[in-house]
């Protein structure tokens, strides 16, 4: 079942899943016009394949080990580490240990 997105004025967490992590889905807490704000769950050796997107992105790691790669440069993310990427920059990301990220996403107009 989709978790629904938060609506204007709801509090919603972000607090790390700890055990429930391994059984947590990647899912989006809130989609707006210009704005995009997901929960992505990666397990242990799982890979999110190179992609980019239009605006300009932040990854906040909340739990675990995140290997976040940008072309050549590979950046560790671990809890608490804060990453921005401008809009149009390929990337991808495996995870070393299971992890949880909060990534918020700047829509571009089509």
Known sequence: MAQPHL?????GSVLPLGGKLAHTPS????????LEVMRLVLLAGKTMPGHQVAGEIT???LEGVVDFRIGATV???????FLHLRG???????????????????????
């Open 7 to 11: 609506a204007p004025g709801e509090v």
């Open 27 to 34: 899912y989006a807490l809130l989609k707006a016009p210009q």
């Open 59 to 61: 990854v906040q790691c």
């Open 75 to 81: 950046r560790r993310l671990r809890a608490g580490d």
């Open 88 to 110: 149009g920059e390929p990337h991808e990301l495996t995870a070393v240990e299971d992890a949880s990220l909060l990534v918020t996403v700047c829509l571009v107009p089509a």
